[in-house]
């Protein structure tokens, strides 16, 4: 990410590097239950609504099954 704003927080409120605001606060998931494919319709359509070029919705398709969160 790039604007560290937009980093999610850890429990004790310092920043997690791994994962974004949106998907992570206070030392937890805020929706724990999604799958990564929900996940990825879910941010794409953000992606969409905010204008972002289709190539970057395809790298987060990429990016996003990589994530700690889904290699457990």
């Known amino acids: 990410m790039e604007d560290p704003r937009d980093l ?3 429990a004790d409120g ?7 605001r949106f998907c992570f606060q206070d ?5 724990p239950d999604i799958t990564v494919a929900r996940m ?3 941010c794409a359509g953000i992606m969409e609504e905010m204008g972002a ?3 970057k919705i395809e ?10 969160r889904w290699s457990r």
Do not use: A, V, W
């Not at 310092?14 to 974004?20: G, H, K, L, T, V």
């Open 59 to 68: 790298q987060m398709r990429i990016f996003l099954p990589g994530l700690k």
């Open 27 to 31: 030392g937890r998931f805020t929706d």
């Open 40 to 42: 990825i319709e879910k």
């Open 53 to 55: 070029p289709h190539e």
């Open 14 to 20: 310092s920043r997690n590097e791994d994962y974004c």
């Open 8 to 10: 999610g927080t850890n």
